[in-house]
C-alpha cells in the first residue's frame, strides 16, 4: 500500500489534552506514524501549544492554522454562539482545504474533531475520498432513567433530543453525508441515527485509543489489605464533569445502598459542573459525608499522577460516545464500572470491570447492580487483582495503531518490515 497523502480536519486538536483536543491529537500523530504524509488544518488556538510540543520533531504532521477574525470570534460569547462559530469555521476551513489541496493534491480527507454525527462537515468539497468521523452523539438516555436528572437535567436531555431529530432536516449535515466516502460511527446507536439511505456507507469505529507504552506500571494492588477495616478502605474514583447525565447520583446512591459497609468504601470525585450543588446535596440526604471527597478539577498530567492510588473507576454515564477516560483508566490498571449505554461499554468486560445492565431496568436496579459488583470487591480483594490485570491487557487490544489500521489498512511500517 503506497503513502498517502492525507488531509485531517481537527477543529479540536492539543498535545497531552483529554477528550475532543486529545482525540484530533492523537489521530494526527497515529497517522503520521503509520507512514502516511498528514497535513492537520485546525484551529489558530491551538497553535501555541501545538507549536511548543512540536519544536525541534520534524514536520509529519504538519499543520495549517485557520480562525475566523476577531469580530467573528466575538460569536462564541452568544448563547449557543459556539455551534454557529463551529458551523462558520468548518464552511472556512473547507474553502482553505481546497486552496490547499491545488498545491498538495491531497489523496483523501478525513474529518476527525468535533466528533459529532449532527455537525456538519465540508471537506467534501475537494472531490477526494472523504472520511466523516468517527463521530458519535446518537446515544440517548433511557426513559425510566430521567427522573434521576432533575428538572435541569431533564430539560437539556429534552434539548439534545430534539436536536437530534432535527438531524433529518438539516441540510447541512445531510450534504456531508452524501459527500462522505465511508461514515464512522463510535457507537452502534450513533450508526442506528445515521439516515437509512446513507447507512450502508457507514460503520462503527472506535475514536478513542491509548498508548499503553506512554502509561506508568500501576502501583501493586494491595491484596492483602483488609478492606472491612476503615484505614483500608476501597478507593473509588469519579472523574468528569458534573452534570446530570454523566451518572454521578447514580454512583452516590449506590455507595448508599452499601449501608455499614459504606465504612469499608471512600469515593473521590474530581470535576467541576453547574450540577454540583445538586449533588453535594444528595451526599449530604444520603449520610455520605465521611464516604464521599470532592475534589475541584485538576490539569491532566496530575490527574493520570494519581489515578493509580485508587481501586476502581466509576464512569456511570447515561449517554457517553467516546470513553477516552474509561481506556486511560484501563491502561493504568484501573477496573471500571460503566452502564452499557454508549462508547464505555464498547470498551468493559467482565475481565476488566462491569457493565451494568440498564434493559428494562429502572434506576433502582441500576443503582443496586453497581452497588452489589462494589460489594464484591470489598469481600474479595483477589477479585480486584485479576480485573487490575485484565484491565491493561484490554487497554491493549484499543490502541491508536488499531484505529488507524482499521481506516486506512495495514501499517506501511509493517509492510517495510
Sequence with gaps: MPTKKILLSAYSCSPDAGS?????????????????????????????????????????????????????QTIYRLPFGNYAYYLLWQYTAARRAVELH?????????????????????MGQLGIPFVFGPV?????TPNQLRRGLGWRGRFWDSLRRFSNRLLTVDPFVRTTYAAASEILTTTPETLSRIP????????VQPAAGVSPALFPQPSPVKLARPFHRSEARLQLLYVGRLVPWKGLHL?????????????????????????????KRMASRLNLENSVRWMPWMP????????????????PSLHDSGGMAVLEALSLGLPVVCLDLGGPSEFVNDSCGRVVSTSDADESRVVAQIAEFVFELTE????LKQLSEGARKRANSFTWEANVRNVYGESLLLQAD
Excluded at 483523501?108 to 455537525?119: E, K, L, N, P
Excluded at 496530575?302 to 481501586?311: C, E, G, K
Excluded at 474479595?380 to 477479585?383: C, E, F, I, T, Y
Design 102 to 122: 491545488r498545491q498538495e493534491k491531497f489523496d483523501q480527507v478525513q474529518h476527525v474533531t468535533w466528533g459529532s454525527f449532527r455537525a456538519a462537515s465540508f
Design 300 to 315: 491532566r498530567e496530575a490527574l493520570l499522577s494519581i489515578v493509580t492510588d485508587f481501586d476502581l473507576f466509576l464512569f
Design 20 to 72: 475532543e483536543p486529545g482525540i484530533g491529537w492523537n489521530w494526527a500523530q497515529s497517522i503520521a506514524a503509520d507512514g502516511h504524509d498528514v497535513t492537520v488544518i485546525t484551529r489558530a488556538v491551538n497553535r501555541a501549544s501545538i507549536e511548543m510540543y512540536s519544536a525541534g520533531q520534524s514536520c509529519n504532521p504538519k499543520f495549517v492554522f485557520h480562525d475566523l477574525s476577531a469580530l467573528a
Design 136 to 140: 458519535g452523539g446518537g446515544e440517548d
Design 380 to 383: 474479595d480483594p483477589r477479585k
Design 251 to 279: 454512583a452516590l446512591r449506590a455507595l448508599a445502598e452499601l449501608g455499614e459497609k459504606r465504612s469499608s468504601v471512600q469515593l473521590t470525585v474530581i470535576g467541576d459542573g453547574y450540577d454540583a450543588g445538586r449533588l
Design 196 to 203: 437509512r439511505e446513507y447507512r450502508q456507507k457507514a460503520r
